[in-house]
């Protein structure tokens, strides 16, 4: 049986069915995929399906700038409101932070309904943790749309209270990001993901006490009032910064981590934590 929605919201429909907002998003997720495609086809030093957790979908692609293994790394989790989409589709992207000399790690995650989100949150921390324990060194928490609300939730976990003194991913970029998840709970966005008010309170990270690293949010300025609200109120909430990018929905606006010379890439650079934990 689908799942209820009490009371949907047409004012908050209209402002989070993003694939209703930008009607050419078709074209544009499939160009994604072909992009994605074709990178991996050709990058070489990569390592692909690298096992973080138990899943099928726990596993991730990382891509490295050169035939060495000593670079930064930064996490770049894709988007699909927790519901769509994978790892295979985001490959590219890699390629402005590669050219850079930092190494990019894309995972995929079990998506809901088929999970709860709490268990999506969890795997991606764990996601992080891996990388760091791997590697010797924190890494940048990156990601778009879900992918956002993913790596902000990595940077505002409580590592001490796991066990884990050193953060594994300190700083976080956050591309057209969710940060408080109440408004969701009244649109067809929820029907997947089955949150209540409580749960959308305790997945929200605005509402998590301010972590000690620096988070940087970006929005479209074609994304609408509320995704505008959200990366704002995130930057106030942590001591943040953020910034609009005027001519992007929130289907293009992720391109920008493509292109080495992009404001969104050198951001990430300055985002960078250092070399060891």
Request: proline residues 7%; charged residues 20%; negative net charge.
């Amino acid at each position: 049986m689908d799942y209820e929605i009490a009371h949907e919201d047409p004012a908050l429909e209209a402002e989070y069915n993003n694939r209703a907002k930008v009607p050419g998003h078709p074209a544009i997720i499939a160009r994604w995929q072909a992009d994605a495609a074709a990178f991996r086809a050709g990058w070489t030093q990569a390592e692909s399906g690298v096992a973080y957790g138990p899943t099928e979908r726990t596993r991730l692609d990382l891509f490295w700038p050169n035939e060495r293994r000593d670079a930064r790394i930064a996490l770049f989790i894709h988007g699909g409101y927790w519901q769509g989409m994978d790892r295979a589709f985001s490959s590219h992207l890699a390629r402005g932070l590669l050219a850079h000399g930092v190494a990019v790690a894309m995972p995929s995650y079990d998506l809901c309904p088929h999970v709860p989100m709490e268990l999506i949150v969890e795997q991606l921390r764990v996601c992080a943790g891996f990388l760091a324990r791997r590697h010797a060194k924190p890494v940048l928490a990156m990601g778009h749309s879900a992918g956002g609300h993913l790596a902000a939730m990595i940077m505002g976990a409580d590592w001490a209270e796991r066990g884990i003194p050193e953060h594994p991913a300190p700083n976080a970029l956050a591309i057209s990001g969710l940060f408080d998840l109440a408004p969701l709970v009244r649109t067809s966005i929820n029907r997947p993901l089955r949150m209540d008010a409580a749960s959308a309170r305790a997945l929200s990270p605005v509402l998590l006490p301010a972590p000690g690293g620096r988070i940087h949010t970006v929005v479209g300025g074609r994304e609408g009032r509320e995704y505008e609200r959200q990366s704002r109120a995130i930057a106030t909430a942590w001591g943040g910064t953020w910034e609009v990018l005027p001519d992007h929905d929130h289907f293009t606006i992720v391109s920008e981590l493509a292109n080495p010379e992009s404001g969104v890439v050198r951001k990430a650079l300055e985002l960078m934590p250092g070399e060891t934990v």
